[in-house]
């Protein structure tokens, strides 16, 4: 099945990749056009994995990271129209000549078929099929058994809008069977996939990068810090921790470990306890002896990724020990201070090696649509050209066009 979803792939990429940046951008109009026609559809699809969650005795907060609505719907649409109003990231790049004579143009250009293996999240399914066609790319999905029926449902949608835009179906397949053994056989799919992206919690993403024999561009969990400067506004600080950790805490932008300045502690934390009653706080030694009815935190908490509505906290006495914190906890994510230091803030953005830092602002902001790239296609946590939220720019690969008039060397 994998191997003939693939062939089938690279057979609609040959169309799609040259294809005019028009036409790319009509099919993403249609596309958007057909999931706010088709919602009623979508929405039944969603509600069978909605209820089978419940069943399964799945947390609220991860039940919400799968529910679609018709607001949500609307919203999906409406980052295809996003990426749609982007400029085409092919045949942009630089042209340059040698003393020789060569004339050597390097361009952007499609990778080619890109496999995505992901969880939970519907919208997921949209924003990646959008990125690819945009991209010229072709796209083979890989959705997990919580939320099969609402991808099965998007795509289908997807695949009858494309087609009336005159490019091939196959530009944007699903695999319907969501064993383990589908995963498996996308990851040593070599040859057939040029690209495997994993996006999801800690365990598939190690699954992917640990067994694929496709190359991966690894998206990262995240375990995001907000460190609190002794200079800081705590009005400020208490509206960012709040907004980083509640607004959604399913999420992989969601602050899930909060360090304090031992000077502003005292204030902060009573003030941060009362402002988020249903958050469990869990707390080191000095945070104890002021918050004393918190649970304590062990060292592993400090490393987790909770989803949930808990939250590490531990107190520190400068940024320069915040950092090292950071960096040691950190899964390399998003991660803010909050202060009114230059100094302190200019320490931070520059020894914390993470792909998104913040000064004064949420560590929710770490997404493709609010950096302008009109959706994501995941949020790559490695030190390869995609770096952060990824948008077209980071689903095209280079090509050198060299021009002569009968050079030899």
Known sequence: ?????????????????????????????????????????????????V??????????????????TQERIFAISASILKVCALPDPLGKGSIWTRPNGLTIQKVQVPIGVIGIIYESRPNVTADAAALCVKS????????????????????????????AAALPADCIQIIEDTARDTAVALMKARGDIDLLIPRGGKALIKTVTENSSVPVIETGAGNCHIYVDESADLEMALNIIDNAKNSRPSVCNAAESLLIHRAVAKSLLPALQKRMPKVELRGCPE?????????????????????????SVKIVSDVKEAVAHINEHSTKHSDAVITNSTAAADYFTANVDSAAVYVNASTRFTDGEEFGFGAEIGISTQKMHA???????????????????????
């Open 1 to 49: 099945m994998i191997k003939e979803k693939c062939a089938r792939a690279k057979e609609a990429f040959k169309t799609l990749s040259v294809s005019s940046g028009q036409i790319r951008n009509n099919a993403l109009v249609k596309m958007a056009e057909a999931l706010k026609n088709e919602y009623a559809y979508i929405l039944s699809e969603n509600q069978k994995d």
């Open 51 to 68: 209820a089978t969650a419940h069943k399964k005795g799945i947390s609220e907060v991860m039940v919400d990271r799968l529910r679609l």
């Open 136 to 163: 010229g790319n072709a796209v083979i999905l890989r959705g997990g058994s919580e939320a099969i029926h609402s991808n099965i449902a998007i795509v289908n949608v997807l695949r009858k809008a494309i087609e």
């Open 287 to 311: 945070t104890l002896k002021i918050l004393p009815d918190i649970t304590p935190a062990t060292e592993e908490d400090f490393y987790t990724e909770y989803n949930d509505y808990i939250l």
């Open 387 to 409: 770096r952060g939220p990824m948008g077209l720019d980071e689903l095209t690969t280079i090509k050198y066009k060299i021009i002569g008039s009968g050079q030899i060397r």
